[in-house]
């Protein structure tokens, strides 16, 4: 087979990043403060954390979803107003969400080359790895997957279609993904009844009026089918309910098909471009444990956020040697934080994103026991999070703009 080459390709062993626990997030409550984490949530790049992760997880991750940079070469911003009109961009809020923009094809085709090394050695035997791209790059990275695992262990090739507004005029409008899925072995997990559909009501009719369709063959209409290779799921500009404001975030539907096809219960899933967080909020909501992991703090806030409110099991968040030290420590009058017995109330709520509490800390590990987010349509926060506190309370608050604080009461 041939391979894809470029100057200076190369694997080297990276240098494994240092892991800090930064806090245990207990959504709701749920299981303060002694339930084990079931899911570990990594700010840092994902190169030196996956080296990290080898001698515990190598050959055991059940699944991984990636979604890296399209090499698109642009710079994505992150819609960080709330409540505003989504037909009037001119007057969103914005900040600065992520970067794809490369020095050339080279360095992008290394950037990718190396981390997909790495997933390919954290992929169980039975494990599948789901490749998200486009037309950029779909192409080379098939070739570099045929590499690493094999030609003859690509599952499919999906395409993800969808709709919506384009400023092309000389070409079709480019409306679809490519997600490339290849396993290790013929031992891979694809749960079919999991994610069968109705077939469509003109099929159901055709067969229930002739005994000749089909040429001979009865489906089980009422079971229904499962799905081509091809996808229509609406883009989240469409879909009120799952907006976060962060760019090229992936619709929950997309993500519950590969994981619900793909893995069992129980099974540990990661993906480590999280972004907005889509991966393991459905693998936690379909009790599957979970690694994500992005390089930016924005990533991981928005991620934070919402598992804190789907009320999932624990997930500890960690954070690379270098990414430590961002809470601000900084007095109550700062935001006029009050500490009651049973509440602790935000008094100034303006410009605050989220907010968590911990009511017993210990000075180390912040536990985080009670949670508000900021409603991503009605812009409204919670100004009282409900609480018994103890002795040592701990708050910690993040900005729309990014900034994070702490305050030790």
Known sequence: MPTLTWPGKHLADAKPASLIQDSIVHPGGLGYPNAQAEGRLILGDNLAV?????????????????DPPF??????SARIGRGEDSRKPEEWQLA????????????????LYERLALMVRLLAPNGT??????????????????????????????????????????????KHDTILAYVKNGDYTFN??????????????????????????VPDLDRGKVPEDWWYFPVVARLHSERTGYPTQKPEALLERIILASSNPGDLVADFFCGSGTTPLVAARHDRCF???????????????????????????????QETGRHRNVSRSMFNVKVLSSSVRLAKPKGVDYW?????????????????????????????????????????????????YQLNI
Not at 52 to 63: K, Q, S, V
Not at 291 to 313: F, M, W, Y
Request: charged share 25%; with cysteine; hydrophobic share 35%.
């Open 192 to 217: 079919a009844d999991a994610i069968r559909e109705p077939y469509n009501p003109n099929t159901v009719a055709t067969f229930r009026s002739s005994r000749k369709a089909g040429f001979g063959k």
């Open 291 to 321: 690694i994500a992991c992005d390089e930016t703090s924005r990533a991981i806030n928005t991620t934070r956020a919402r598992l804190a409110a789907s009320h999932c099991l624990p997930f500890l968040i960690e954070k690379s040697e």
């Open 71 to 76: 090499f698109t070469n642009r710079k994505f």
């Open 356 to 404: 968590e509490v911990d009511p017993n800390w210990d000075g180390k590990l912040f536990r985080s026991a009670a949670q508000a987010g900021r409603h991503a349509r009605s812009g409204e926060l919670p100004q009282e999070i409900k609480i018994k506190t103890g002795r040592n309370v701990c708050v910690r608050l993040v900005t729309i703009s990014g900034k994070q």
């Open 50 to 66: 996956m080296s990290a992760l080898l001698p515990e997880y190598e050959g055991r991750i059940n699944l991984i979803y990636a």
């Open 96 to 111: 600065e969400g992520y970067h794809d923009a490369w020095t050339d094809l080279n360095s992008y085709l290394q950037f």
């Open 129 to 174: 790895l789901y490749l998200h791209l486009d037309w950029h790059a779909d192409a080379y990275a098939r070739l570099l997957l045929d590499e690493l695992i094999g030609e003859d262990h690509l599952l499919n090739e999906i395409i993800w279609t969808y709709h919506g507004p384009s400023p092309i005029r000389r070409a079709f409008n480019r």
